[in-house]
């Protein structure tokens, strides 16, 4: 990655976008789970936004003469210690575990990655504070330091979407630290500094955007393990409290039914929670394909 | 060597350094007053101000990390609130059984992902290929607790070869006596294969658990390096020298592909100590991850910080054996250091 793409201008960005689209129709056709994979984000997507309007029961209602039914043609995925049915509580978690994640990674989109820019960009004491506070965050085991700080601050949702946000942080200062330093003399950068732009504007409006499509594989990527930490965090009891639905949370209470064979409880949002993971991750290979060829494996 | 271990460990004081000051960091902000916290919900104002002059929360921040650092340094990590037992001894306690945990699911993934790894870069396309993308792709999305709860179901309740899910060790066996700490070894030591057989079959699906989760990035890592040692130039040599595959791939190749795998380690680490917590929750595996959720539960704060300290001190020492591994397996390394 050493290119130093210049400025395109108007014409140049249609044939452009033309070939992006003929490169990603060839990487699908190459590789068709990415398709299948967008399919499922897209599915995803729906469950979250129309979640709790097209569910057949009220996620939280129980009816205790319907309790620990197995999957049948009323309860699709069966009903729980509570008789609530689990199927409407698997779709309408979907928003909040996608609000989870989607938040967290937009904040240490913010964080870490206008810090890795800084770093990257300013290099010196910038760069030397910057990666001294990736390294701290880097010298503990990421799971146990999110449990520690949702354990300080507090047992709340926010404070979740927070911990996931600093476990994330080193990831993104690497990604963008690296990046804007093989740009911070290419010639679209000097062109700009001898128009007389600030140093902040450089950053903002002309590096910023030359690395969004690597950001963006990162992004994806961290999706799913944004997800995976937020439903591990709820599973040993901390952010989402019951009855809330959430894929984490519904795993644990179908924990201790297992071992009497009551698998529908834990299972269905656990595959919830499975497919969902599984879709950023390959999502984020595909358009890891798609932004830079180079790094496929 | 010994000046590469020790320029090594002359790296290891920042990172601690930096870890010690997060945890008290983590402390002094737990929400509300600190002091009222300790005190418990009965303690009037009087109290309240006893306690914070006795835990010298009236003193200023600097003041408070040094009374934090000695208390360390001395090896006291507070008392939990629940049990009122000093929280370095209880960790001390637990600690053999996440260590054997945690090793014995290390092992089984690096047992299954090396060879698959390694399969895959040979017969590069082929469906050995294919299962190690699979895997790989698949072990990184699966929930480590869901992993443990399907296995159980499996394992206990359908084919009914596993024990119940609870604890190291079947109630009707008494534990071997204690020399390291871990049960299999200290069975095998005393030559207690009853108690062997019972911890090994209690420990198969905790550790099975673990290792399918740290499966992905070994098996990934493993691929990649062989592939790019496979192609390189004295791989070439020894194939036109009429060295039989054999000899090469396993001499030759993985040999100088190990590096990378052993660096990868480290984040394996990373991952296998969190996925830990989760896997003694669902196993009832009493190790130090399950006394941190049953603190945290009940919002006994100073259990959790002992862990958290634990844990990241235990993964700067895995991180610097890891490195002084790595100079042992690579002379070009020692040389430099």
Same mark, same amino acid.
């Given at each position: 990655m050493t290119d130093t793409t210049l400025p395109t201008a108007p014409p140049a960005a249609k044939v452009e976008s033309n070939s992006i689209f003929r490169h990603a129709r060839y990487v699908i056709a190459e590789n068709p789970v990415t398709g299948l994979a967008f399919a499922l984000f897209m599915l995803i997507a729906l469950a979250a936004l129309l979640g709790p309007y097209i569910?057949?029961?009220?996620?939280?209602a129980s009816d205790t003469a319907a309790t620990?039914?197995?999957?049948?043609?009323?309860?699709w995925f069966g009903t729980d210690q509570l008789g609530r049915d689990i199927f409407s509580r698997v779709v309408v978690a979907t928003r909040l575990d996608f609000i989870i994640a989607l938040a967290s990674v937009a904040l240490v989109f913010a964080m870490g990655g206008l810090a890795g820019i800084a770093a990257g960009f300013f290099g010196g004491w910038t760069d030397r504070i910057v990666g001294r506070i990736s390294d701290t965050i880097m010298a503990f085991p990421l799971f146990v330091l999110a449990m520690g700080i949702v354990a300080a601050l507090g047992n709340t949702v926010t404070n979740i979407v927070l911990a996931t946000a600093i476990i994330n942080f080193p990831l993104y200062v690497r990604v963008a630290r690296a990046e804007a330093n093989v740009r911070r003399d290419a010639g679209f950068v000097q062109a700009a500094r001898l128009s007389g732009n600030g140093d902040f504007r450089i950053l903002l409006a002309h590096i910023l955007p030359n690395i969004m499509p690597i950001m963006m594989v990162q992004i994806s990527l961290t999706m799913g393990y944004a997800i995976l930490n937020a439903a591990g965090l709820s599973f040993i009891g901390l952010g989402v409290r019951p009855p809330t639905p959430e894929w984490g949370i519904m795993v644990a209470e179908g924990a201790g039914n297992i071992i009497s064979g009551e698998w529908w409880i834990a299972l269905f949002p656990g595959a919830a929670l499975m497919i969902a993971v599984f879709c950023f991750n390959l999502l984020g290979d595909g358009l890891r394909d798609l932004v830079d060829p180079q790094r496929r494996t | 060597m010994l000046s590469l271990i020790s320029k090594r460990l002359l790296l290891v004081i920042p990172n601690l350094i930096g870890v010690v000051i997060i945890t008290f960091l983590l402390t002094r902000a737990l929400p509300g007053d600190p002091a009222a916290y300790f005190a418990?919900?009965?303690?009037d104002k009087q109290a309240i101000e006893q306690i914070r002059v006795k835990l010298g929360l009236d003193k200023p921040l600097i003041v408070q990390f040094g009374r934090y650092v000695a208390d360390l340094a001395s090896g006291d990590l507070g008392n939990s609130?629940?049990?009122?037992?000093?929280v370095v001894t209880e960790i001390k306690n637990r600690l053999p059984a996440s260590a054997e945990l945690t090793l014995f699911g290390l092992i089984i993934s690096i047992v299954i992902a090396v060879p698959l790894g390694i399969l895959a870069a040979v017969k590069q396309g082929s469906w050995v290929d294919h299962t190690c993308r699979v895997v790989a792709t698949a072990g990184v999305s699966l929930p480590v607790f869901f992993t443990g709860l399907l296995l159980v179901y499996v394992f206990?309740?359908? %084919? *009914?070869?596993?024990?119940?899910? %609870? *604890?190291?060790?079947?109630?009707?066996f008494s534990p071997p006596?204690?020399?390291?700490?871990?049960y299999l070894i200290d069975s095998v030591l005393t030559g207690n294969l009853g108690s062997f057989r019972a911890a090994l079959s209690q420990l198969l699906l905790p550790g099975l658990t673990l290792g399918i989760f740290s499966l992905a990035p070994i098996a990934r890592m493993t691929r990649a390096s062989m592939l790019a040692v496979l192609a390189s130039d004295f791989v070439r040599t020894a194939r036109a020298s009429g060295l039989d595959s054999r000899t090469v791939i396993l001499t030759y190749a993985f040999r100088n592909a190990m590096l990378p795998v052993v660096t990868t380690l480290g984040m394996v680490f990373s991952f296998l100590l969190g996925a830990n917590v989760l896997v003694e929750k669902v196993f009832a595996w009493p190790g130090i991850g399950s006394y941190a959720v049953e603190a945290l539960i009940s919002s006994d704060f100073a259990p959790v910080q002992g862990f958290v300290l634990t844990m990241a001190v235990l993964y700067v020492v895995l991180n610097l054996i890891i490195d002084i591994l790595y100079g042992v397996i690579d002379p070009r390394v020692r040389l430099e250091g």
């Open positions: 569910v057949p029961h009220d996620p939280l620990l039914h197995p999957p049948s043609f009323k309860h | 418990g919900p009965a303690a609130l629940t049990t009122g037992q000093p206990y309740f359908l %084919l *009914g070869w596993s024990p119940a899910p %609870l *604890g190291r060790i079947d109630v009707f006596t204690q020399i390291t700490g871990f």
